[in-house]
């Protein structure tokens, strides 16, 4: 089993990743948590597949959990179904000494963590990623959100978790293009981070598959360590390719495109505006858009979502500051900056080009 130990705002706490990693559930939250009363979070989709293992690890160390299934899909994702959450917690009887347990992919990580923030002002949660995307990316750093009418993720809380259990063995039960989703952030992660990672999904080899997500959520813990509150900007560089990106997903209405998939788009228009502003190679950019394409990730804007829908998406995102954009550019493979000099214009012509 691989460890990674994530470091932020004053706590450590471990990320479990590897097969069979789920079975392990209860016995490692019995070493950080004492419950007994637990929510176990799922969707419509992931409770038949896991929550079964789940229980079964989670009683044998003691816990008395509580299954809430909630719907799948980007529009769980809404205060409604927080609050619908906490009254179901609430009418178990759990209280400050309980946790939850998400199960599943980011929506319901995102759901489930933002409701442990605010229940009872704050309880942990375990956050046990069955997607990709998941497990690389948003159950790393204690972002938890909901979305707006007005944008994504604009409502939410940071709140660490106090495990992560990533087993790899549960992405076998995702399709093709769910899995493909999250190979978005991890070609994010080595445009920002690490050059080699381009090398692993080049030759990809399923058998290297939990170092890979070993290697991803080594990257973020690095970047959320060291600012886990956005506060000198470094985390920033998380969002690259995510403020078109939002906008696209926004244009399609969280539905037409995965997310992974509209983040792909974003990456493609961040690459371009990093060529005419930042100094990108040609050359590396156009080994990115190789590489999401091997991955069957869109590199060109689909027909039937509306350019012109996107901008006001991007203006209400919530990397604008006083009305002015946070733009993450990348001068070169590995590495990312944040700038505040790339404007309007800027992003509306690499949108152009999609």
Do not use: W
């Amino acid at each position: 089993m691989k460890v990674v130990r994530v470091r932020a705002g004053g706590r450590e706490y471990q990320a479990l990743i590897g097969p069979g990693a789920l079975a392990r559930l209860g016995a490692e939250a019995a070493k950080v948590l004492r419950g007994p009363g637990c929510a176990v979070v799922c969707d419509e989709n992931t409770a038949p597949l896991f929550c079964e293992q789940a229980f079964a690890s989670l009683r044998a160390a003691g816990f008395d959990p509580t299954l809430i299934t909630i719907p799948a899909g980007e529009k769980s994702k809404s205060l409604e179904q927080v609050a619908a959450v906490c009254d179901e917690m609430a009418a178990a009887g759990l209280d400050r000494s309980s946790f939850v347990v998400a199960i599943g992919g980011g929506v319901v990580g995102d759901l489930a963590g933002f409701a442990a923030a605010i229940y009872h002002r704050g309880i942990p949660h375990l956050q046990v990623p069955t997607t990709l995307l998941a497990q690389v990316d948003s159950a790393i750093g204690g972002k938890t959100a909901v979305n707006t009418t007005h944008g994504k993720n604009l409502l939410g809380a940071v709140h660490q978790p106090a495990l992560v259990v990533a087993d790899t063995e549960t992405l076998r039960s995702l399709p093709k293009r769910e899995f493909n989703q999250g190979v978005a952030e991890i070609i994010k992660h080595a445009i920002i981070a690490d050059v080699s990672l381009f090398e692993l999904l080049e030759e990809y080899d399923a058998d290297a598959l939990p170092e890979l997500v070993r290697q991803n959520i080594a990257i973020k813990a690095g970047v959320v360590g060291r600012d886990e509150l956005d506060l000198s900007g470094e985390r920033a560089v998380l969002n690259f390719g995510h403020t078109v990106g939002h906008g696209i997903e926004r244009a399609a209405q969280y539905g037409r495109l995965l997310h992974g998939e509209a983040i792909s788009l974003g990456i493609v228009a961040a690459c371009e505006i990093s060529v005419r502003r930042a100094g990108l190679p040609d050359a590396d950019r156009d080994r990115v858009v190789r590489t999401l394409q091997a991955f069957d990730l869109p590199t060109s804007l689909p027909a039937d979502i509306a350019r012109d829908q996107i901008l006001p998406g991007i203006r209400s995102d919530k990397k604008f500051e006083r009305g002015e954009v946070r733009f993450v550019v990348t001068p070169g493979l590995g590495s990312a900056r944040l700038t505040s000099e790339i404007t309007i214009d800027d992003i509306a012509a690499a949108i152009e080009r999609l």
